[in-house]
């Protein structure tokens, strides 16, 4: 078992991350609670919450709710839902509310303790890769149909509990998706760790081990970065390298048609390209060890022709965009991100000779 202080500012908590911790979930819970709320989805509710409620029970008052799997349970109408069945329980101010679950679990129930009743304090039990991100920092949000994560707060939990042997039931597509992510801390760590990564096959199944050490060192970035710019006005940005395309592809195709990881894989080669062209740096940049990783590891690459214009105008509307204007997180170096303000021009013809070789047509 092994623990992550984070401590900025306003709050501190603690990322605790072993093997079999949700059959000790009580151990982490260090204030009386009036009673507890589990917020969980429809896959993971099979998987593990018996266990928890188990842990939780013998001390506790303990409810649920369960949730459909999925990105469009990130919704008002979910939302609004979870409060009133927290409601109809009897969850009051000095109850706590546990996310169990993957990313959108997450962010729903953050975002849920972030409202309910002014805001109450929650937990977080992440079970997949991709939560080592979103269950660090304390960003919370649902999605409006105008785009995702509109509707949202800053709302740290009190702990984060990780649990790596529920890591083993998830797909290879979710597998991916997560380590998108650890690629991308491992890039843009002053001490970078490509080299850690870059050579894992995500085929092979991968031991405790191993994935403790990757998901120990990706919360680490996260968590320095998080320290110094909490409410991200400067720094905080540098995470979202790889998603200023990543988030345009992921909206063109469709939300559902690659995930959230597999798009991301896809900006960082691009955030690349822009930043050869910008500091003339290619040769200092894992470019082609990073297309080499993703080919290898079935990232998908068999997009359909995408309009660059369309592309480019997602780019513009990003929540991070500045006056209409592209801002992208490149790299001056491995480890060394920077911000710029990219020219819509450049960028479109940037990224149609990308998108040419990377996809073939
Ligand atoms: N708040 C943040 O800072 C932040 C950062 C990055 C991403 N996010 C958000 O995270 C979400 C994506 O997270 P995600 O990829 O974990 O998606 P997810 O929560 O939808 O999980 C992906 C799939 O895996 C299933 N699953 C979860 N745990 C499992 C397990 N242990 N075994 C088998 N199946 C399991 C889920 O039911 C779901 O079908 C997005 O909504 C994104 O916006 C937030
Ligand atoms: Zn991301």
Redesign the pocket.
Request: net charge negative; hydrophobic share 30%.
């Given at each position: 078992m092994e623990t992550i202080t984070v401590k900025t500012s306003t709050n501190k908590y603690d990322v605790t991350i072993g093997a079999k911790l949700r059959f000790e979930t009580s151990k982490f819970i260090t204030k009386p609670y009036s009673s507890i709320f589990i917020i969980t989805?429809s896959?993971?509710e099979s998987?593990?919450l018996q266990d928890v409620l188990t842990s939780l029970q013998k001390d506790h008052e303990v409810n649920y709710t369960i949730v459909p799997?999925?990105?469009s349970s990130?919704s008002v109408r979910v939302y609004f839902d979870v409060i009133t069945q927290g409601l109809q329980y009897g969850l009051d101010r000095h109850g706590l509310i546990i996310a169990l679950?993957?990313?959108?679990?997450?962010?729903l129930a953050g975002f849920v303790s972030s409202t309910f009743m002014r805001g109450i304090d929650y937990i977080q039990m992440p079970?997949?890769i991709?939560?080592h991100?979103?269950s660090v920092?304390g960003?919370?949000?649902i999605n409006h149909p105008e785009g995702?994560?509109l509707i949202g707060n800053f709302h740290p939990p009190q702990a984060v509990i990780y649990d790596v042997e529920?890591?083993h039931?998830?797909?290879q597509t979710?597998i991916r998706?997560?380590y998108a992510?650890i690629a991308k801390h491992s890039l843009i760590n002053p001490e970078p760790f490509w080299d850690n990564i870059s050579s894992v096959n995500l085929k092979d199944a991968l031991s405790e081990e191993v994935l403790m050490e990757h998901l120990l060192k990706g919360i680490a970035v996260k968590a320095a970065i998080v320290e110094q710019d909490e409410r991200e006005s400067n720094i905080r940005q540098y995470l979202n390298f790889g998603h200023t395309l990543g988030h345009a592809l992921e909206a063109e195709l469709g939300y559902g048609k690659i995930?959230?990881g597999e798009a991301v894989g896809i900006g960082m080669l691009f955030a690349m390209r822009v930043s050869a062209y910008y500091y003339d740096n290619h040769n200092k940049l894992p470019y082609q060890e990073l297309l080499t990783w993703l080919r290898a590891n079935h990232y998908p690459f068999d997009l359909p022709r995408l309009q660059i214009t369309k592309l480019v105008d997602r780019m513009k509307k990003d929540k991070k965009a500045r006056n209409h204007n592209v801002q992208m997180v490149l790299l001056k170096d491995l480890g060394k991100p920077a911000i710029e303000l990219i020219d819509d021009h450049n960028l479109a013809i940037l990224l149609e000779k990308f998108l040419r070789e990377l996809v073939g047509y």
């Open positions: 989805d896959n993971v998987l593990y799997a999925g990105e990130k679950g993957g990313g959108m679990v997450g962010d079970t997949t991709l939560a991100d979103s920092g960003k919370v949000a995702k994560n529920t890591l039931t998830l797909t979710e998706s997560g992510e995930t959230h």
